[in-house]
């Protein structure tokens, strides 16, 4: 697994987007907890400011009760997340997403799985004609998303809503596939270890928290591109 | 990175547009519906073809802050409602910007649109009285062009079904030789003037004892207005409905010839009727026994009702 060192890492950074452009994800480690997350995210690549949302965020295990129903934690509380793209809903969602162990819980991994290989094969026919929506609207405008566009891959069961019967049967499809699969399980054990995500391709979930794992802490940061080494 | 597109981006009117197509293409064309829902989705079309230039394009010049707005930006102007300029000014602008969209094409766009203003803003169901042989094909050929325009294609707007049906009716719309229909129609008028009129009322007489609705669709003849046959082919899926006496199937006809017995006039290939203004879309209705057609074995339900068999 690489080890990224700091600012002199150049060769590192270059094996972590190598591993990512042919994955779709990349898990590796930091040398020392004292690099902050926001740190490990520049050494990568531009970290995004999304207009709400604390540019690190701590994700904290959160019983049903005790979360908002416009998060995961809100839906399925400790139990596990479905694959899906984070901000699916939005008409561009970020590209990647960094993930950072802040508080190690051996018991629950992170899902990953390759999208693409869900909706290869699909025709592009059935891919352009279905049609989903965010299942609220944004900032009081609902607009139209396909799963594929502009080199995005999305989805997402919770936050997006199928529109026609297109969407509605694609829909089904893909819920079977991914019932079907079998995603690779990585676990965040220490603080020096993380993962970038391919938000873009790969669906990305957890697995259930077991109540003495309630004080895993991942840290999250979205990141628009990757620098160009 | 953004939360939602443009409301004035092509990819939101195309997607919309789709969603318009999707309503038109689940109702049968001979129904009103079809013809309103075919301009919304035309409008769609015209906005989203005029955006993938720029959505500054659409917006209403008259006021600066709409093309502030076209151009993503949120004018400070209190109480603004963005406006887009109207779709006759859209479509002179699209003229410009596509050369394959003609004025031929133009003209068509603004009357299609005009129907609609008629069909909402007025008492007359205006697109009842428009059959669909007089705009689907020009219809087709307009949606086409903006289609491509946009890099996309028939298919991703009304699905594979409908591309192809649309395929064929612009290659039946552009079909020049499908014209001559119309000389051939006017000899058999001038050999029927030369019968006598004893003759013509035998000959109608035969015409409609053997034009029975069994065989196929029963319509005025373009040369004699004797009672002739439309015989066509199955468009789509049949729609099934069940009522108290059984099965009711409705499936769309497209025409694909016609007979006429009385003065034998014959007109084969969807382009030569569509060229003799015969190219309408029938309704084919058969009713079937429920038992019949769910293939209901009777005797099987009351065997199935008995106890074991046995030998005793």
């Known amino acids: 697994m690489t080890t990224l060192y700091g600012k ?10 190598k591993e990512l452009t042919s994955t779709g994800y990349c898990k590796f480690n930091v040398s020392s907890e004292k690099i902050s997350t926001l740190e490990i995210s520049e050494l990568l690549g531009n970290t995004a400011e999304l207009y709400g949302v604390p540019t690190v965020q701590k994700l904290c295990p959160k019983n049903l009760n005790n979360a908002k129903p416009n998060t995961y934690s809100g839906n399925y509380g400790l139990n596990a997340f479905p694959l899906h793209t984070d901000m699916a809903h939005w008409s561009s969602p970020p590209h990647y997403l960094l993930l950072r162990c802040a508080g190690p819980a051996t018991n629950v991994k992170t899902l990953l799985l390759d999208l693409e290989h869900i909706i290869n094969t699909e025709s592009k026919i059935t891919l352009n004609r279905a049609l989903f929506r965010p299942r609220r609207s944004l900032d009081n405008k609902t607009c139209l998303l396909r799963l594929t566009e502009n080199n995005i891959l999305r989805w997402d069961e919770l936050f997006l809503s199928p529109v026609n019967q297109t969407a509605k049967d694609l829909s089904n499809r893909i819920l079977e596939k991914i019932k079907l699969s079998t ?33 895993r802490i991942i840290d999250r940061v979205y990141l628009s591109s990757l620098w160009d080494i | 990175m953004s939360k939602t597109n443009h409301e004035w981006s092509k990819e939101a009117l195309f997607r919309k547009a789709q969603l318009y197509a999707d309503t038109m293409i689940e109702h049968e064309d001979t129904a009103w519906q079809f013809g309103l829902w075919s301009a ?28 502030l707005y076209g151009l993503g930006i949120t004018p400070n102007k209190p109480k603004f409602v963005p406006k887009s300029a109207s779709t006759s000014e859209l479509i002179v602008r699209l003229e410009e910007i596509i050369p394959a969209f003609t004025r031929e094409h133009a003209n068509f766009c603004a009357s299609h649109l005009a129907k609609r203003n008629s069909e909402v803003h007025g008492g007359n169901l205006e697109f009842e009285c428009y059959p669909s042989s007089l705009w689907a094909p020009m219809f087709f050929s307009v949606c086409d ?30 079909d020049v030789n499908a014209k001559s229909v119309r000389v051939a129609i006017e000899a058999h008028k001038t050999v029927w003037r030369e019968k006598t009129g004893a003759e013509q009322e035998l000959a109608r007489k035969q015409a409609e004892t053997a034009s029975l609705r069994h065989y196929g669709h029963r319509i005025e003849c373009p040369a004699c207005a004797s009672i002739a046959l439309l015989q066509g082919k199955a468009a789509g899926e049949a729609k099934k409905t069940v009522d108290s006496d059984g099965v009711v199937e409705r499936q769309v006809m497209k025409p694909e010839s016609l007979h006429c017995i009385a003065c034998e006039l014959k007109i084969i290939g969807y382009s030569k009727l ?26 099987e339900h009351v065997r199935n009702m008995m106890d074991d068999d046995n030998n005793e």
């Open chain 1, 183 to 215: 995603p690779i399980t990585i676990g965040l054990t220490k603080k020096t270890e993380c993962i970038i995500i391919d938000n873009w391709r790969a669906l990305h979930g957890r697995t259930p928290v077991v109540e003495k794992f309630e004080s």
């Open chain 2, 274 to 299: 569509l060229a003799a203004g015969l190219g309408d879309t029938y309704i084919s209705t058969s009713r079937y026994d429920a038992m019949d057609y769910f293939e209901i074995d009777l005797d």
């Open chain 1, 8 to 17: 002199d890492s150049a060769c590192e950074i270059k094996k972590i987007h």
């Open chain 2, 40 to 67: 919304f989705t035309l409008e769609l079309l015209i906005r989203s073809g005029v955006s993938a230039t720029s959505p500054v394009l659409l917006a209403d010049a008259k006021d600066w802050s709409n093309i």
């Open chain 2, 145 to 174: 062009i903006l289609v491509v325009s946009l890099g996309e294609s028939l298919e991703h707007l009304f699905g594979q079904t409908v591309a192809d049906r649309a395929r064929e009716d612009i290659a039946a719309f552009n």
